[in-house]
């Protein structure tokens, strides 16, 4: 494929996609909205995780178990297909929205990270070291990341997928030490999960697909749902969870202030009461059980409704013969030989 040809690939790209992740987006969107309280949140996780699969995959993926349902309304409207004279001119406004929204993205990753170097000049205590230690342990972490003290946060932080640091506020050091030790393994358990991973997924796919405008949605509902499995995780390993629910409650009153409105990490941007409430469920206890309803929803997810595309002519076992010649073709190909014959015996060419 040559460079003249990329704006016609974008388009057979994201035509299809377009309309079969805004159908997909819908049904896991209404399945969330009626399960909310009834589903696990790492179960209602994984179908949006599914919906960012379904966005990396190529548009033309089939399945022979798929159901022809989905098939027939994931089918491209006639006329999103009749738009190749104004193909160069699409692209070329996506790619620059894309070139400028992917450049801020970088610019203010480097910005983070240059405040995060200075932010090293701190000093962090050895308690708050040794407290992150233990935590990590206690998931099984290998590796312990960064850890950086700050004043300008009301909340703790993780950030950087693939050089995380936790940031927590200074303020937070003069307080409870229960409710740092706590931070920490909430922000320790977003690296355990990989949330970090998702989100730069997100970010990227926010750059790609800027112009639909679930994706945005998409984004913070993932981000809402991550905070709710971060939970469930973090519950798993402690005993009891009333001294976590008391130092999120503690942490969202700090933000009530107007002047620590700025912070969301872990009251998880104004869920707190739903947070607070899967907290009171003793969910955790089904583990096996919710691993295999996950994994089954899942499985049938990617065999049975991500697969949109119809299969081909080219893809299908049945081939179609060609019609016989009629008798006119077949009369004019044999006075052509003969006339080709009589030329050769002649000496003619």
Known sequence: MNLGQTPDFWWSWMAPMLWQGTLIMVVVATVDRLLARWVWPQVRLTLWLLVLLKLVLPPTTVSPVALPQVRELAAIP?????????????????????????????????????????????????????????????????????????????????????????????????????????????????????????NLLLLILHVVYWFHPMVWWMRRRIGSLNELCCDATVARVLDNTGAYRATLLRGASRLLEPEH?????????????????????????????????????????????????????????VHVLAPPPSEELIDTARSQLERAARGERTGCI
């Not at 170097?117 to 935590?135: C, F, I, N, T």
């Not at 059980?289 to 499985?299: D, E, G, P, Y």
Request: glycine share 6%.
């Open 261 to 317: 409105c700025d912070g969301i990490a872990l009251t998880g941007g104004g869920n707190i009461i739903q947070r607070l409430d899967w907290l009171q469920r003793d969910t955790w206890k089904w583990a096996p059980l919710r691993r295999l309803f996950n994994s089954t929803v899942a499985i049938a997810m990617v065999a049975f409704v991500l697969p949109m595309a119809t299969p081909s002519d080219e893809s299908s076992s």
């Open 78 to 198: 006639a006329d999103m297909t009749e738009v190749a004279s104004s193909t160069p001119w699409l692209f070329a406004v996506w790619a620059t929205v894309a070139t400028a929204l992917g450049g801020f993205a970088v610019l203010r990753t480097r910005r983070a990270r240059r405040r995060l170097d200075a932010l090293s000049r701190v000093h962090v205590p050895e308690w708050v070291r040794a407290a992150m230690d233990v935590q990590a342990e206690r998931l099984g972490l290998r590796r312990t990341p960064e850890i950086r003290v700050s004043n300008a946060t009301q909340t703790p932080a993780v950030v950087g997928a693939f050089r995380p640091c936790i940031v927590l506020p200074e303020a937070m050091l003069t307080g409870h030490r229960n409710d740092v030790e706590l931070a920490l393994l909430h922000e320790l358990a977003h690296i355990k999960r990989g949330d970090l991973f998702v």
